[in-house]
């Protein structure tokens, strides 16, 4: 599949999203967000996300680990940028199916989807992290089942979890495992 104009749309309740969010994210204060546009209709709130250039993670391909990684460290980077603009990380959803990228620039973006109450961001990521395995066509799987499993089994802190991932990375390159 190849990036154009591409767009989906989410249904939430009037009063799921934040108004800062919505501001946040409809006014791209955020980079890390693909656009999005939200529209009030009775009690629900329709939220219409754009993300022209760029394809879903589940319609890419990689065949080095180190993309992965690399891939990975763009989302986590993504989280904290989030962060810095006052969004809550246990709010952000994410899965190959709502993490953008953008091949030509190796950019990343999410949309701003609210989570499921009761998941952290450590199952989220994990999860995350173990659903690239099918978009993963080389050697070395065995490192993203490791990865997800350490960050889900120990339940680790963000910047664990950033520290992790940038450790298995540089592990991998000096393995000459890429």
Do not use: W
């Not at 394809?55 to 680990?65: A, D, H, K, N, Q």
């Not at 993490?99 to 990343?108: A, I, L, M, S, W």
């Not at 979890?161 to 393995?175: G, N, Q, Y």
Request: charged share 30%; with cysteine; glycine share 4%.
């Amino acid at each position: 599949m190849t990036a154009g104009i591409h767009n989906f749309e989410i249904i939430y309740d009037k009063d799921e999203i934040h108004a800062y969010e919505k501001e946040i994210v409809s006014e791209g204060i955020c980079r890390s967000f693909i656009p999005a546009s939200f529209f009030r209709e009775d009690d629900m709130l329709k939220v219409i996300y754009t993300y022209d250039g760029y394809l879903r993670i589940r319609e890419c391909r990689f065949r080095e680990i180190i993309q992965l990684l690399n891939l990975v460290e763009r989302v986590i980077k993504d989280v904290e940028d989030a962060m810095d603009c006052f969004i809550d990380i246990n709010r952000i959803s994410f899965s190959i199916d709502t993490v953008f990228y953008d091949q030509k620039r190796e950019d990343v973006r999410m949309a701003f989807l609210v989570a499921e109450d009761g998941t952290v961001f450590s199952q989220r990521i994990a999860s995350f992290i173990a659903s690239l395995k099918e978009v993963y066509d080389g050697p070395g799987r065995g490192i993203i089942d490791r990865l997800s499993k350490s960050i889900m089994t120990d339940n680790l802190s963000f910047d664990t979890i950033r520290d992790t991932v940038s450790d298995v990375k540089a592990e991998v390159l000096r393995l000459g495992i890429v």
